[in-house]
């Protein structure tokens, strides 16, 4: 495991102020400078001696803008760092000592003999000539790349956009040199907001797409569109209506709403085709064109679709890869410069048995469902992703990566991922891939948590796997936060030693942090802004601590039942908290603190949920249930009375939605793929609850105590005025502490399961349905923190004429459960078929 160690090591570096090192540092880096950098050694050459300097910096006529712009910045920083103006000069005026930026003319008659045919687009050398300093590489950014990287190893960093270390002296002493580079991968580009900035993405050698990079810096790796591309390219709107047969066959129904294309449909790949033919007329200077699902599950279920998911193994990756394959075949023929992407994502992770990418097609492998604490190669939860990942990097050698950076569903959250980061952008290296797309928070004005950071060790370990992550992470303390670094540095030790004994995190669930954890974390914010003092670097800690607020935040939302309300321990000191937290975060410019939400949503979300809700309660001698009926008729504490044991799985007080989740439900939709009518509901004592919908139905839901049984009986009635197609749903969320993953196995999944009436959900909870009454059922479970298991039955589906009614029964009993060991953690016990946890 490449596992960052913790600062205490190190010895601690002079610290960086604003943009240049302060005077009493100079010496100092004057003694550094001589000795890295050979002032006497045979070969060198005296750049600048006491603040002077003899050289002019060459460029050819024909130099390119990103050649254009390395020569200036080279200017630019040689004289923020020595006070030293170096004058650019064109190759026929260029006399003396020279600077030779770029290949030219006057770099050819030296011979040098640099291998421009194996450096590309994007690779460099470095060397010294007799008394002339040479940086030549790749014209379209190579040349560029190499004048960054010389003016790295002067000391200088860029570490965030208006945060730089540029070092100060007055003789720069240079070689001797002679190296050649070129970067890890050909598409790099670390997607958080703070990484967009053109400067800070040309001066550390990213060149994605979303990065405000434009001819000045060379171009970049652009994209059109970027992705989940199949409506976009064959649009419903324009389709649907004569042509259903284009779309998805879903259920024995084609359908739009989230579905995606028919991919063995012939019309299909040729309106495919004109699309792309379009894009590329329209978009000219985008270099891969994505043609991708969209972003939810939805797959063709005909019978040719089908067919060919037979003929790759069973997977739903067969028909789409054929599919692009055929598509990037015409695009070839036309444009053999143009690349064709497309997604292993979600249920097209697994590679097919028989199609390969053809050399103009690039994958994205997207593990979505991976842990981010630990490296992947060492973390059991990610067996699933490297046998995924193995297995495409033997069919294909052009294979991207969509990896994740930050936990989606909340911006501001900790999120301990640089061992893995450490470790895994190497180990994609050694799996052949080639481009890396890191998906992070990429909000209007950022502010994600550790997003500078993040962003800036993420662009050096893509040019150079072989780059120490340690030091950078130290460099960016010392530089960043300045007299802050200590105290910031062992917060981020402190932070990532929550997961290196074990713990989990995932992109979407909020971790369970330790009061313990929370306390020494804000001694540390109080440390380092106590050391901080009044600067810029006082404000950096203030918003590295809004990371640490949000958690307490999200603490003291919790819900309990408190006799007769369920309710947060206090709505008053969380009302003013929320405020608070609110205005801070807006303070730092920051818009967002989830994927897709503004901070407007936020506060619409705490005025509908945060207040507390009037709780029915039923019990006996074994069960006690308590149902909030405003919060969707739920059931939301199911408990034996002599343990006190809760059956229902535990809420994060992160999910959306909340406290309007989880617990037992029942719901109403038109079929079994729409969306849920919304049911007002109400209800009082004696276990009854009742609601409507806006269109005209009407539901009754009674729930009543057995025993150890809850029985629950669920009835809808049309009480409009015309025929409504109607299924009932009846959803239970439990707890399973005893979930167990096996290897190689993802750490979440949905599937069905067999109509017998009678299923055992988890060790302690069965579940009962007449079968007649059922259509289908469907298990979902998940080992992302806390074990829990859903069991979601649904009813026949039903026109209802007005007045006509519908029904659904289901009963949960608590009872010990026994494991089937053998047939490991799902499989039959007798009498049922089900999944045994």
Known sequence: MRRIRPSSRRRARPQARGWHYNEGVKNVLAVFFAASLCYAAPGAIQLVSGGKSTYSICLSRQASPSERRGAEEFQRFIEEISGARLPVVTEGAARGNLVLIGRSAALDRLKPGIPFEQLGPEGFALKTAGRNLIIAGGRQRGTMYGVYTLLEKLGCRWFAPGASRIPRMATIAIGPLD??????????EPFFTEAFDKDWAARNKTNGDHSNLDESTGGKVQYYPFVHSFYQMIPPEKHFKEHPEYFSLIDGQRRVERGQLCLTNPEVLRLGIEAVRTWIREHPRATIYSVSQNDWEGWCECDNCRRVEQEEGGVHSGPVLRYVNALAAAIEKEHPDKLIDTLAYWYTEDPPAKARPRPNVRIRLCPIGACEAHPYEKCERNAYFMRNLRAWSKITNQLYIWHYNTNFSHYLIPFPDFDELAADIPMYKRHGVVGLFMQGAYAKNGGGENAELRSYVMAKLLWDTGADAERAINEFHEGYYGPAAKAMRAYFDLLHDQVRGGQHIWIFNVPAYSPEFLRRAGELFDEAERAAGSGVERERVRKARLSLDYVHLLNARRFEVRGDWYEPASLLELRARFEGFLKSVRGFGITSIHEGRNLDWDESEFRRYMKPYRVHRQENAALRAEVAPELSGRVVRLSGKGSGAELLRSLETGERGYPDV????????????????????????????????????????????????????????????????????????????????????????????????????????????????????????????????????????????????????????????????????????????????
Request: aromatic letters at 8%; one cysteine or more; a positive charge.
């Open 179 to 188: 190296e050649t580079g070129k970067p890890a991968f050909e598409y790099r």
């Open 662 to 837: 989880g617990g037992l439900a029942a719901f109403v939709y038109p079929d079994f793929h729409g969306r849920a009518w919304d049911v007002r509901w109400t209800g009082g004592p004696g276990g009854e609850l009742t609601g409507t919908t806006a269109n005209g139905l009407e539901l009754r839901r009674r729930l009543m105590l057995e025993g150890a049984t809850l029985r629950t009986v669920t009835t809808v009635t049309n009480r409009s005025s015309e025929r409504l197609e109607v299924a009932l749903q009846s959803r239970g969320e439990f707890r399973a502490a005893d979930l167990r993953i096996q290897p190689g196995e993802l750490s979440a999944g949905n599937d069905p399961c067999t109509v017998s009436g009678r299923w055992r959900v988890t060790g302690q909870v069965v579940a009962e349905a007449p079968p007649e009454q059922l259509d289908r059922c469907s298990i979902n479970w998940s080992a992302k923190g806390e074990g829990r298991v859903t069991l979601t039955l649904w009813s026949k589906k039903r026109i209802l004429a007005p007045g006509e009614s519908l029904e659904l029964q289901a009963a949960y009993t608590a009872e010990p459960g026994r494991w089937n060991r053998a047939a490991g953690r799902f499989g039959p016990l007798t009498g049922m078929q089900s999944r045994v946890f």
